[in-house]
C-alpha cells in the first residue's frame, strides 16, 4: 500500500518535473523564433525573396504555436489537443499564404539576391536546427509536444529549401529557383497540416471537459 502510494507520487513528480523542462525549452524556441522573424524578413525584403519572407513569417506562426504550447501545458489532454489543432490551422494559413506568395512573385517577380538568401538562410537553418534539437526528446511526449516538434521539422526543411533555392537562383540569375522551392514549402505545410489536425482531433473527440464545463 505505501509502496503504491510512494510510486505514484514518483510518478506524479516526475510527471511535473516533464512539464517544466518542456516548458523551459518552449520558451527558448519562442525568443529564437520571435528574434528569427524580424532577422530574417528584414533579409527578405532586402534580398527580394519571397522564400525568405514566407519562411520568416513561417517563423512568427511557430513562435506563435510555442506560445499556445506554454498555454496547453499542466491543463490536460483536451486543452493539449485544442493547441494542436489551432497550431494545424496555423500551419494550414502559411501553406496557403505561401501558395499566394507564388502566385504574385509569378506575375511580378524579380530575380532575388542569391547572396543574401544564402547568408539569411543559413543563419535561419542554424537557430532552426537549434530548437529541433532542444525539442527532440520530446517528440513523443503528447499531443501538444508532437505538433511543436513537428513544427520545428518543417522549419528546418523549409531553410534547407531556401538554400537550394539561393543556390540555383545563383546559377540560373532568375527567380524560377525561388518560386519553385516555394511551392515545395507549400506543400509541405499543407501536409503536416492535414496531419497534425488528424491527430488532434481524434484526441480532442477522446477527451472530454471535465465537469463544469472548464477544459481544465
Not at 519562442?30 to 528569427?36: E, G, P, Q, S, Y
Amino acid at each position: 500500500m505505501a509502496h503504491d502510494c510512494c510510486s505514484k507520487k514518483g510518478d506524479t513528480l516526475a510527471q511535473l518535473a516533464g512539464k517544466k523542462d518542456q516548458r523551459r525549452v518552449l520558451i527558448v524556441v519562442m525568443v529564437i523564433n520571435f528574434a528569427m522573424f524580424f532577422f530574417e524578413f528584414g533579409g527578405g525584403l532586402v534580398a527580394r525573396s519571397s522564400a525568405l519572407m514566407a519562411n520568416s513569417v513561417d517563423m512568427l506562426g511557430d513562435a506563435i504555436v510555442y506560445a499556445l504550447s506554454l498555454h496547453a501545458l499542466h491543463r490536460g489532454a483536451r486543452w493539449e489537443a485544442g493547441a494542436a489543432i489551432a497550431k494545424g490551422l496555423i500551419i494550414l494559413a502559411f501553406g496557403l499564404a505561401v501558395i499566394v506568395a507564388i502566385a504574385n512573385k509569378i506575375a511580378h517577380g524579380v530575380p532575388p539576391s542569391s547572396s543574401l538568401m544564402l547568408a539569411f538562410g543559413g543563419l535561419a537553418l542554424v537557430a532552426n536546427v537549434t530548437c529541433l534539437a532542444l525539442l527532440w526528446r520530446f517528440r513523443k511526449a503528447n499531443v501538444n509536444m508532437s505538433s511543436t516538434f513537428e513544427c520545428s521539422r518543417n522549419d528546418v526543411a523549409a531553410n534547407v529549401g531556401v538554400l537550394a533555392a539561393g543556390g540555383l537562383v545563383a546559377l540560373s540569375g532568375t527567380a524560377w529557383p525561388d518560386i519553385a522551392i516555394g511551392g515545395v514549402i507549400a506543400v509541405i505545410f499543407l501536409r503536416s497540416a492535414w496531419r497534425v489536425l488528424g491527430e488532434a482531433i481524434l484526441v480532442w473527440r477522446a477527451s472530454p471537459p471535465a465537469a463544469g464545463g472548464t477544459l481544465r
